[in-house]
């Protein structure tokens, strides 16, 4: 009488000769493969998705600075001359040009209107969950026009608005839906913030001021207009204006879908957030 030789293994190795070796090898497989997926997603998420931090005074003293910067590069480049063929002459008790007096350059202070330059910029943050991991989507253009008019210790008006289309943050797949099923840049290309009530500022405008007060205002985002009211933090130096804040934003409020897609969710809420520098018009 034959003796089945299973019946001398042990419990386990008996039913382990049960399952085929490829059936193990697919579901370590799998096993591997969710954790390099989430392990991707936490690195991205946390490490390689290095969301720049929110606008603060700080970025309004370095694009002050920079402006400034620029100012200093452009008139201290060397002068291109064309010679001649006849030499200039020199009449007698004529100066020689380093005895020229040269005109300092002129500060701006005071009221009157000023433009939004190339150092302005706007953008969005909103907090993400991707695939469990928390993280925060950031987007941001310097495609920004806006005016601001002073008068005495008095902002009268002031406004800004930003080419949507031209934001962009570290994902280009989000940036894609951003432009078209959210904001819908094409329809609405450009976001507003109109002020609607006088600031008093307590000081008049001159290098060295500075302030922290609240505007209030209109903000049009996706053609749907609501009513504002944040902190603004302001400062004037080398002749320029810096200003610097962060509107709330309920997106239902806007007529804005929750961005939330696949295995990507989002708050309901974000912030419009912003830097202007304003020069002289």
Same mark, same amino acid.
């Given at each position: 009488?034959?003796?089945? /030789?299973?019946?001398?293994? /042990?419990?386990?190795? %008996?039913?382990?000769?049960?399952?085929?070796?490829?059936?193990?090898?697919?579901?370590?497989?799998?096993? @591997?493969?969710? &954790?390099?997926?989430?392990?991707?997603?936490?690195?991205?998420?946390?490490?390689?998705?290095?969301?720049?931090?929110?606008?603060?005074?700080?970025?309004?003293?370095?694009? @002050?600075?920079?402006? %400034?910067?620029?100012?200093?590069?452009?008139?201290?480049?060397?002068?291109?001359?064309?010679?001649?063929?006849?030499?200039?002459?020199?009449?007698?008790? %004529?100066?020689?040009?380093?005895?020229?007096?040269?005109?300092?350059?002129? +500060?701006?202070?005071?009221?009157?209107?000023?433009?939004?330059?190339? $150092?302005?910029? &706007?953008?969005?943050?909103?907090? =993400?969950? #991707?695939?469990? +991991?928390?993280?925060?989507?950031?987007?941001?253009? !310097? $495609?920004?026009?806006?005016? @601001?008019?002073?008068?005495?210790?008095?902002?009268?008006?002031?406004?800004?608005?930003?080419?949507?289309?031209?934001?962009?943050?570290?994902? !280009?797949?989000?940036?894609?839906?951003?432009?078209?099923?959210?904001?819908?840049?094409?329809?609405?290309?450009?976001?507003?913030?109109?002020?609607?009530?006088? *600031?008093?500022?307590?000081?008049?405008?001159?290098?060295?001021?500075?302030?922290?007060?609240?505007?209030?205002?209109? #903000?049009?985002?996706?053609?749907?207009?609501?009513? &504002?009211?944040?902190?603004?933090?302001?400062?004037?130096?080398?002749?320029?204006?810096?200003?610097?804040?962060?509107?709330?934003?309920?997106?239902?409020?806007?007529? *804005?879908?929750?961005?939330?897609?696949?295995?990507?969710?989002? =708050?309901?809420?974000?912030?419009?957030?912003?830097?202007? &520098?304003?020069?002289?018009?």
């Amino acid at each position: 009488m034959t003796q089945t /030789p299973d019946l001398d293994l /042990p419990p386990q190795r %008996a039913r382990d000769r049960g399952v085929p070796r490829w059936a193990k090898w697919t579901v370590g497989g799998l096993i @591997l493969a969710v &954790v390099l997926f989430f392990g991707a997603i936490f690195l991205y998420a946390k490490v390689l998705n290095d969301s720049p931090d929110e606008f603060g005074e700080a970025d309004i003293d370095a694009r @002050l600075e920079a402006e %400034a910067a620029d100012d200093t590069t452009a008139s201290t480049a060397p002068k291109v001359t064309v010679e001649t063929a006849n030499p200039p002459v020199v009449t007698a008790g %004529a100066t020689e040009p380093s005895d020229v007096a040269t005109t300092p350059p002129v +500060v701006a202070t005071g009221g009157g209107t000023w433009v939004a330059t190339g $150092q302005s910029e &706007v953008g969005y943050r909103v907090k =993400e969950i #991707l695939f469990g +991991v928390d993280t925060t989507a950031v987007g941001r253009s !310097s $495609q920004v026009t806006g005016t @601001l008019t002073i008068d005495g210790t008095t902002v009268t008006s002031t406004d800004f608005s930003v080419d949507v289309a031209t934001i962009s943050s570290d994902e !280009s797949r989000r940036d894609n839906q951003f432009r078209g099923r959210i904001m819908s840049a094409d329809e609405f290309p450009t976001a507003t913030f109109t002020l609607t009530e006088p *600031i008093e500022l307590g000081v008049e405008a001159a290098d060295g001021a500075a302030v922290t007060t609240d505007a209030t205002g209109e #903000l049009t985002l996706r053609g749907a207009t609501q009513p &504002v009211t944040f902190e603004v933090t302001a400062k004037m130096e080398n002749g320029r204006i810096g200003v610097q804040g962060s509107i709330p934003v309920v997106f239902a409020d806007y007529g *804005i879908a929750n961005p939330s897609t696949g295995g990507i969710s989002t =708050e309901d809420d974000g912030l419009v957030e912003f830097v202007l &520098v304003f020069q002289p018009a």
